[in-house]
């Protein structure tokens, strides 16, 4: 899917590919905590911004925040050693 917007004069291209994943049945309503899982993990990653995982999983950015703790993700997505850094920077 191509999505083009323009904000404040600027032009954003955001490129979306499907991937399909084939979940076993056994895994019933646990299905949602595997997509949900792969997002809380993109997002820690880096890969997905807050707002690109939770729509990933077609929630809120609030209830998806919310949900991160379940699959030990924090919300503060920000490295240790950079915090020291700008801790020594202050």
Known sequence: MLLVSTIFNY???YIMT???LEVPDSLGE????TV?????K???????SLGQAAEMVG???RTFAELLGDYGVSLL????SEMLSDADRI
């Open 30 to 33: 646990h299905q949602n905590d």
């Open 18 to 20: 499907t991937i399909t």
């Open 77 to 80: 997505n920000y490295p240790a």
């Open 42 to 48: 993109l997002y820690e990653s880096g890969k997905l």
């Open 11 to 13: 032009l954003y291209i």
């Open 59 to 61: 929630l809120s950015k």
């Open 36 to 40: 949900r899982f792969i997002a809380a």
